[in-house]
């Protein structure tokens, strides 16, 4: 009956690991008892990624870290959390045990940064740099010394297992916005809206 009045029957949902939400956590469990027997899959991409997956069709919602500018066919929200994101490296590292650290110090080691799948050269930076299209990849790479990385605090907090340290740069840590995103052309169903009502009240 729900599928004949419009409901969709799976709702995909993509969302950053720089955004960490309890009310996302609450929200499922209404979500779940609202809509028993919907399909719900989530998955987990960063910045343009994300954006693709929308204009793509295959997700029809994101939770991605606030860009200057969206593709027209998207429609967005900054919710009301924000995160932090900080510099980890393990406490082997050299740079765990450096006094003083600034940009200098950070060019002199290897980055660990992210880079997105769609666009991966887009943000290269110069200098030695490692790359993977995942924070969570990120932090297993610092957690085993090849290089500091910007990561998002609540990441190193659950699931960092005391294994990274926080390194102490001026600019750092920074906060970060998160926005929703929905296509215009093809917008959520019942379901779907009804979640980004949740998430945006």
Known sequence: ???AQG???KLTVA?????????FERSLIDFEQRYPDLELECLIAECDDLIALVQRGRAHIAFAELQPAYPPDLVSATVDECTEIALFVSPRHALASASHIDQNSLRQH???RLATIVNPYETRAGGRVWSAPSYLMLLEMAQRGFGWAPLPRWLVTRWGNGELVELT???WPRPVAVDALWSRLHPPGPAGSWLLEKMLA
Do not use: C, K, M, N
Request: hydrophobic share 30%.
């Open 110 to 112: 290897r980055e660990l």
């Open 169 to 171: 740069v001026r600019g």
């Open 15 to 23: 969302i950053s690991d720089t955004y960490q939400s309890d009310r």
């Open 7 to 9: 409901l969709e029957a």
């Open 1 to 3: 009956g729900q599928l």
